[in-house]
């Protein structure tokens, strides 16, 4: 089973910028579509950006030309560029395969507050 570990979450001010990382076991990454997801305090998860393994991406509306999805196969890895934060882009972030998805990680935890 793949094993996936978020990182690069923080405290950050209104405006400001996040990288957050998804390192995935296994040597078939490349293979798959990834998505990074978020999930804030009372609320469901909801899906935030999505790349396909050729590196075609698509955004939820909220973060578009905000946030950037990138991927680096060699490294098993799967970025979150974050710029222009708010104040509602505070939640837990995670990432996973497009489907079916894997066990869940620990996510990171990105606050915007000033």
């Known amino acids: 089973q793949v094993q996936l570990v978020e990182s690069g979450g923080g405290l950050v001010q209104p405006g400001g910028s996040l990288r957050l990382s998804c390192a995935a076991s296994?040597?078939?990454?490349?293979?798959?579509?990834m998505r990074w997801y978020r999930q804030a305090p009372g609320k469901q998860r909801e899906l935030v950006a999505a790349i396909t393994s050729g590196g075609s991406t698509n955004y939820a509306d909220s973060v578009k030309g905000r946030f950037t999805i990138s991927r680096d196969n060699a490294k098993n890895t799967v970025y979150l560029q974050m710029n222009s934060l708010k104040p509602e882009d505070t939640a837990v972030y995670y990432c996973?395969?497009?489907?079916?998805?894997?066990?869940w990680g620990q996510g990171t935890q990105v606050t915007v507050s000033s």
């Open positions: 996973n395969r497009a489907y079916p998805p894997w066990d």
């Open positions: 296994g040597s078939i990454f490349k293979i798959y579509a």
